[in-house]
């Protein structure tokens, strides 16, 4: 591997952008690649007068919250993205930030801990991130971290996000892309607390198989969706490798799960997926799958020859004559266009500029 990190332990600025949700080193590029091009007009021109992009598929992602801050991050990571458009969503997430700091929270949840780190992770890209210190404030506060959790497995890690944070010994549903998401928004705005990196990569750890490989989440081992309970597959080994990167540490579990990531990628599919009721989630995380494979190869600065252009190639293909992409499978709601085009986006960006 082709170091991630200056001094042992520091995480490179360069590798973090390039692991970070949205991959805002890519808007350097020279010229503009058709099929990325046609994917960020199609998802712009999604965007609703109020600013937010908004489910017509799910009404759980109707408020916007969630699906603004994806869309937000996918169109940074483009390299000209259409006038107004990101000005306008950041707009509108601000606004979207209610009394506790948090987005999503309402009648109905709107993935809380996913909306507000996407969005100050959108606003630490746009050089607001003075903005996002609501946000990182209920973050923090979401955060299972202290001696009052002990060795409980979801130690370190974050919930759903909930106005008042959980207390021992109920953590909620933990996981490690959550938890990714929330560590990628404290460092993209420099939430100088160390306790955060020690406590987060405690957790991520902890996901750890003795492979090399990342699961899904210790904490309850039945959301897992590999071999059996206690294997590791390809989405959630993404997310630990830019979780790590994210804390800062634990180089040796970044390269142990890059050469395990390298060595099962395909493009098609997420692998190392369980059989039987679990399989379709192989096809049905596929946008997803792509999207933090991408981003850890290029974080890591290590993955398998070719795996740019297999990417490319595969999202090339499956694009619709709009611009759009979409998953026939609902499991992951990348049935909804704009969760699949956003996470298509960010894959492409991540692949660089052919």
């Known amino acids: 591997m082709n170091g991630t990190r200056g001094r042992d332990g520091d995480v490179s600025r360069r590798a973090f952008l390039w692991g970070s949700a ?124 202290g001696e009052a959790w002990g060795d409980h497995p979801a130690r370190g890690g974050f919930p759903m996000g909930t106005v008042e944070p959980r207390t021992p010994p109920h953590p909620g549903h933990v996981d490690i892309s959550m938890t990714r998401v929330a560590l990628q928004a404290l460092r993209s705005c420099a939430v ?39 294997a590791g597959y390809g989405t959630p080994t993404a997310d630990g490798i830019l979780a790590l990167l994210a804390t800062g540490g634990a180089k040796d579990a970044v390269e142990r799960g890059l050469g395990w990531l390298a060595a099962a990628f395909r493009p098609d599919e997420n692998p190392g997926i369980g059989e039987g009721s679990m399989r379709a989630y192989a096809d049905a995380m596929r946008f997803y799958w792509r999207s933090v494979a991408s981003a850890a190869f290029r974080a890591g600065r290590n993955g398998p020859s070719g795996w740019e252009q297999a990417i490319r190639t595969d999202l090339a293909a499956e694009q619709a004559p709009d611009g759009s992409w979409r998953n026939d499978r609902a499991e992951q709601k990348e049935d909804d266009p704009i969760v699949a085009t956003s996470l298509a986006l960010q894959a492409l960006a991540a692949c660089g500029p052919r």
């Open 192 to 230: 100088g607390d160390d306790a955060v990196w020690d406590e987060g990569r405690r957790f991520v750890l902890g996901c750890r198989t003795p492979d090399g490989a990342f699961r899904y989440s210790p904490a309850d081992p039945s959301l897992n969706k590999g071999r059996d309970v206690t």
């Open 22 to 145: 949205g991959l805002a080193g890519c808007r350097g590029w020279v010229g503009t690649d058709d099929v990325l091009g046609r994917g960020a007009g199609w998802l712009a021109a999604q965007q609703a007068a109020d600013g937010g992009f908004h489910s017509e598929v799910y009404g759980l992602l109707r408020s916007g919250a969630s699906l603004t801050a994806l869309a937000t991050l996918a169109l940074q990571a483009t390299p000209d993205p259409p006038a107004g458009v990101i000005d306008r969503a950041l707009v509108f997430l601000v606004q979207a930030r209610g009394p506790s700091g948090a987005l999503g929270i309402g009648d109905v949840h709107d993935y809380p801990t996913y909306a507000t780190a996407m969005a100050a992770t959108a606003l630490a890209h746009a050089g607001r991130a003075e903005e996002a210190r609501p946000l990182t404030d209920w973050l923090l506060r979401q955060q299972l971290r």
